[in-house]
């Protein structure tokens, strides 16, 4: 909407200059109630406006925060705007189509009014240059109000402009249906691309919680280590443990040196 905006702009040079508390004074409700209409000024002015990261300044200088505002008024009235002239097409519409029905069995039977005047001016010029009435009685005349060719062509004239009206709105609509859809298109993406960030920052988080959650586990077992080799019963089981390796080892050598002894030695 606001490439929208700014495009027609360029072409609409800026007549006024309004300042900041013109476009505090909006009244978005009543603009969205139709008792307000947003001037087109101050779409013009929003479009060109220059923005200032602090505080406002002379000229067109705007605010992050001020400029965010203009394009919520602008985006909340042109939707709104959008969804009352698609219901005004719809409704136009609908209206052009009953009028085109109503008036094809009228065409038709002006056709065939039309059709029959001029079959009977050819025999009534007929007649006057020379050719012979006809002996039978003539049939009585149609009784009841008859249209003249005139009043025929006026007819068919005015049923030609409401199918030309019907025509336009059509293009009108068509217009708007694809301007809807390239917003519906646009908030599409923009909720995409917002769904997007929010998983990579999940995942950001997640790792992060795995990484201190294995560094927690780490520490832990650290401790647990530490505590198992100060415990008395770790310190016993090692003294037990040492204990048997000295009698493994003192046997074994009884064992060597009885090896090396000759049998009878003794005697």
């Not at 985006?75 to 009028?99: C, V």
């Not at 650290?222 to 415990?231: C, H, I, R, W, Y």
Request: with cysteine.
């Amino acid at each position: 909407i606001f490439f929208r905006l700014c495009t027609v702009a360029m072409y609409r040079p800026k007549t006024k200059e309004l300042d900041w508390d013109t476009i505090m004074d909006v009244d978005v409700d009543g603009v969205l109630e139709g008792r307000a209409r947003l001037s087109k000024e101050l779409v013009l002015h929003a479009c060109e406006a220059k923005v200032d990261t602090d505080h406002p300044q002379a000229g067109d200088a705007f605010s992050l925060l001020q400029l965010w505002r203009v394009m919520q008024v602008l985006l909340e009235t042109t939707l709104f705007e959008d969804g009352l002239n698609a219901k005004k097409a719809q409704a136009f519409e609908q209206q052009a189509k009953a009028a085109v029905d109503q008036s094809g069995a009228q065409i038709k039977a002006l056709t065939e009014e039309l059709e029959k005047l001029r079959h009977e001016n050819a025999i009534l010029k007929g007649e006057k240059v020379g050719i012979l009435p006809v002996e039978s009685s003539p049939e009585p005349a149609a009784s009841g109000p008859m249209l003249s060719e005139e009043e025929g062509k006026a007819l068919q004239e005015k049923v030609r402009k409401m199918q030309e009206q019907y025509t336009t709105m059509m293009k009108q609509k068509t217009s708007i249906a694809q301007e809807l859809q390239q917003l519906k298109d646009a908030s599409a993406q923009d909720k995409s691309q917002d769904q997007i960030k929010d998983l990579a920052a999940e995942v950001q988080a997640l790792k992060l919680t795995v990484q201190q959650k294995t560094q927690d586990l780490e520490a832990a077992n650290k401790a647990v280590d530490g505590k198992l080799t100060e415990s008395t019963q770790f310190r016993n089981l090692k003294t037990m443990l040492g204990q048997k390796n000295e009698l493994v080892k003192e046997l074994r050598d009884r064992l060597k040196k009885y090896e090396e002894e000759p049998p009878g030695a003794d005697e």
